[in-house]
């Protein structure tokens, strides 16, 4: 099958487009991960979250508006990110300094939440969210036709990337964010209030999860308990890209992607068992990830 | 008996330690001494299998330990302590002493024997000997400073070593603790007749006990010899001494 | 208090609540002996796992691997195989025990968060196989109709045989905790860097700990599969993982008899709880956040406060979790 060059060329794009949609996600758990400290199980519930606020908007309110669904991933991202400040504020830095396990399971508990509200608003049927006018179809790539809404999600993972990227090395913001990784002491000694980074990072996260949410919506169904696949998938992006590493996120998304898409067209029953290999394999060699340094001792 | 050769490290780009060779000599006291950053403690971290060394190697009596992780170094013999202090804080002083037999004497895999009753001889004997006999039962995070770096030096005697590395054994001490814990280091190393390589900022400690003395500056050996002949070396004395070796020459 | 006095409190503990255990299903109708049998089944799975989280401080969120690994495969020895059942009982345990040796040699290379992370990455593999697996393992459907062994088919006799295998296994543990093993855990748990000064191989050490810790979990995912008579897929999802790490919690993770608590605390709520609201979740949730916020050191540590503010115990004025002394 994989001989035949357009059929090899979609399994490829399918699998940058899995990638970046993964990445998205990862960038915003590493980013909280490495400043942090906080290992956020909800992630992925924040995805979930997003991409039914993404529903709601795109489906309900807005049905047949042009552009619904751009309005519906702003509207994902501002819900997460107030739900973020709320639950930064209120509770999680409360939670700071504690041993990990006491954050994990915070977090976890946003999980039950999160997965019963969304019973509750939405019930357990499958929803999809229609592509936008603009971007439906295929495209003509010269070797292969590609829906046009994959491509997309490919541009929106690297301009993702890059935003962050800009974000973290050439601002005042990314600057403090990196001064909070090595040192918090030094951070509030600069005058700096960290609270407020460590909340602005949390906020950010969530945020690109819940856009990322709702556009990934209409490439892909909703269900309740999805969440629980995306952050363990999450998970491995960052433990093979290196913990707090957006590179290595992204390199681990697109690793990831890959895998997924040849495994499903391979051993079609087992890609994920093929993911797990490849984890273990990259572990063997480097058990901090690709771009992970090793934590001090 | 501890070879040193060509020891260096680098930090990208920069040589933290650079063409290290040191022998220090069986029962010896040797002191390291250099001003803030010379890489006292990058020597320390490279010798205990911390850092991994970008050249050269380390040798205990003819073994090349270079490079190998700590608990291999306390199996062959190379006992090691802190500056910041560093005990099991919740644990009892006993617990503490008790913990390090177990793991000297291999005990560590040992599923069934009842910990507690395990070498609490031994245990009596080492807080006997470092006086800490009257605060065996209290947990380790209640001891005043002091205690805890008595503390701290009571467990690296419990794997009875060879040699043992001390980095800045009186940080943080008020004078009468230091001139406490020095005495008992000394006493203790010559009752039991282990190698002592120690780094040190009290210039007045060094002199007083030290049998052989290495200045390290800017991460490469400047002198290595007897004190007194270090303190008059004019180059040790441009670059380092300077005032502090007429409080030295007090002393010794 | 001495050793020798400890000792004796556990084992006091350990006869009271057995004999509680022991007269249930003279006094009660066949639901209290299936509760207690799946509490029975928890306070193993808890105290197993709190060996980790207590005593080694490692946080693992994948142990319902190790349970449903074992679970399975007494339930296809058994069936598929018709082994005979003490050999399938005792390869099923083994099993699990491998399990976690080959992935606790990946996961104890790593620290805290990121061991967090790769064991419930692991766990979801083993989930992942359980659900695709269905020709082994009956897939989504679960495997139904594990041929038990006649002597285990009245629940009382199962309640029996569960309740002393766990008072055993149990028994086992508590030595496990208190030996030189046990003494030398703790050291590495707190000072992992001072432990490897003393020459312990701290790897090793928690190794040897991840392989206790589930192999002991699949004695009890071996008893859930004989409480049930089939496996569902369900025991190795994420869930699982969690609920045994928020017993342990709820109870307090400091002291021994803490997860035990919390397992049997927690299942009596889950069952008083459904019976009003399919949304349990939600419940749980909630009593999560507040064990976190206000319960640090679990229901234990309410004990231990009371009984410190009567004067009984000394010390111990700071609440902070981790400054809470084992047993």
Redesign the interface.
Same mark, same amino acid.
């Given at each position: 099958m994989l001989t035949n060059p357009m059929f090899l060329s979609m399994t490829i794009l399918n699998g940058i487009s899995i990638g970046m949609v993964i990445f998205v996600i990862a960038a915003g758990l590493t980013l909280i991960l490495g400043v942090l400290r906080v290992l956020n199980f909800a992630h992925g519930a924040f995805f979930m979250l997003g991409g039914y606020v993404g529903w709601q908007v795109a489906e309900v309110w807005l049905d047949g508006v042009p552009g619904a669904l751009w309005i519906a991933a702003i509207a994902a991202g501002l819900v997460l990110a107030v739900l973020a400040l709320i639950i930064e504020r209120t509770m999680l830095k409360h939670l700071y300094g504690r041993e990990e396990y006491y954050q994990l399971l915070f977090t976890f508990a946003l999980v039950l939440l999160i997965n019963d509200a969304v019973k509750v608003i939405w019930g357990t049927d499958i929803l999809t969210i229609a592509h936008p006018d603009s971007l439906r179809g295929a495209m003509d790539l010269g070797i292969t036709f590609y829906p046009k809404y994959r491509l997309f999600l490919c541009a929106v993972g690297i301009v993702v990337a890059v935003l962050l990227w800009l974000l973290v090395s050439k601002t005042r913001w990314g600057r403090l964010t990196r001064a909070a990784r090595m040192d918090r002491e030094m951070l509030s000694a600069l005058g700096v209030r960290v609270s407020l980074v460590y909340a602005s990072v949390f906020v950010l996260g969530a945020m690109l999860a819940g856009i990322g949410g709702a556009l990934a919506a209409a490439d892909r169904s909703l269900y309740p308990g999805m969440d629980a696949d995306i952050i363990v998938r999450t998970f491995i992006v960052v433990i093979i890209g290196g913990l707090g590493s957006l590179w290595g996120a992204f390199l681990g998304a697109l690793i990831l992607g890959l895998i997924t898409a040849f495994g499903t067209v391979l051993v079609p029953e087992f890609e994920l068992v093929l993911i797990y290999l490849m984890m273990i394999a990259i572990l063997m060699f480097r058990p901090w990830g690709l771009l992970g340094r090793e934590e001090a001792r | 008996m501890l070879t040193i050769r060509d020891l260096g490290v680098n930090f990208s780009g920069f040589w933290a330690l650079k063409d290290v060779d040191l022998d220090v000599s069986e029962k010896s006291r040797h002191a390291i001494i250099g001003p803030n950053g010379a890489g006292k403690s990058t020597l320390f971290n490279a010798i !205990?299998g911390?850092l991994k060394p970008t050249t050269g190697r380390v040798n205990l009596d003819g073994q090349d330990i270079t490079g190998r992780?700590?608990?291999e170094l306390?199996?062959s013999g190379l +006992? &090691?302590s802190?500056q910041r202090v560093?005990?099991?804080?919740? #644990?009892t002083v006993f617990?503490n002493i008790?913990?390090?037999l #177990?793991?000297?004497h291999s &005990?560590?895999?040992? #599923?069934? !024997?009842? +910990?507690? &009753?395990?070498y609490r001889a031994e245990a009596e004997a080492i807080l006997e000997q470092v006086g800490l006999k009257d605060e065996a039962n209290r947990?380790a995070?209640t001891l005043a400073y002091g205690k805890q770096k008595q503390l701290e030096f009571a #467990?690296?005697l419990?794997?009875e070593p060879k040699i043992l590395l001390l980095d800045e054994p009186t940080a943080g001490m008020s004078p009468r603790e230091t001139s406490e814990i020095l005495d008992l280091i000394v006493r203790i190393q010559e009752a039991q007749g282990f190698t002592l390589l120690f780094t040190e900022h009290d210039m007045e400690f060094v002199f007083a006990i030290a049998e052989t003395l290495t200045v390290l500056v800017q991460g490469r050996p400047l002198a290595t010899g007897a004190p007194a002949d270090v303190r008059d070396d004019p180059e040790v004395q441009r670059v380092y001494l300077g005032g502090h070796a007429s409080g030295g020459k007090d002393a010794a | 208090m001495s050793p020798a006095i400890e000792a004796r409190n556990a084992a006091l503990v350990a006869i009271g609540a057995a004999a509680i255990f022991a007269a249930i299903p003279m006094f009660f109708g066949d639901f209290a002996v299936y509760l207690g049998a799946e509490i029975l089944i928890y306070i193993l799975f808890a105290l197993a796992f709190n060996l980790m989280l207590g005593q080694g401080g490692l946080v693992s969120f994948g142990h319902a691997a190790y349970f449903a690994i074992s679970g399975y495969a007494l339930a296809i020895l058994l069936t598929t195989y018709s082994w005979p059942f003490w050999p399938a009982f005792i390869a099923a345990i083994v099993l699990a025990g491998i399990a976690a040796l080959v992935i606790g040699y990946f996961c104890i290379r790593l620290t805290a968060i990121y061991f967090a992370m790769l064991t419930l990455a692991f766990s979801q593999l083993v989930w992942a196989i359980a659900f695709k697996w269905d020709d082994v393992t009956g897939g989504d459907e679960g495997f139904i109709g594990v041929a038990v062994p006649v002597w285990l088919v009245e629940p009382s006799s199962f309640y029996y045989f569960a309740l002393g295998t766990v008072l055993v296994a149990g028994t086992l543990l508590w030595v496990i905790t208190h030996s030189a093993f046990g003494r030398v855990l703790r050291a590495t748990k707190e000072n992992p860097q001072r432990a490897e000064f003393l020459g312990l191989n701290v790897r090793r050490v928690r190794l040897v700990t991840f392989v206790i810790s589930g192999t002991f979990t699949g004695i009890a995912g071996a008893l859930f599969t004989l409480f049930n008579r089939s496996v569902f897929v369900e025991s190795a999802w994420w869930t699982k993982s969690a609920e045994v790490l928020i017993m342990s919690i709820l109870g307090g993770v400091g002291s021994f008899f803490g997860p035990a608590l919390g397992a049997a605390v927690l299942i009596l709520l889950d069952r008083a709880i459904t019976e009003f609201t399919q949304y349990w979740p939600t419940v749980l949730g909630i009593i999560l956040i507040l064990v976190l916020f206000f319960l640090p050191d679990g229901l234990i540590g309410l004990f231990r406060r009371k009984r410190a503010e009567d004067g009984d115990e000394l010390g111990d004025a700071d609440p902070a979790p981790s400054r809470t002394p084992a047993e």
């Open positions: - | !205990t911390y992780p700590p608990h306390v199996k +006992g &090691r802190f560093n005990v099991f804080q919740d #644990l617990e008790q913990a390090a #177990l793991a000297h &005990r560590a895999y040992d #599923l069934f !024997t009842p +910990g507690a &009753r395990l947990v995070a #467990l690296s419990a794997s | -």
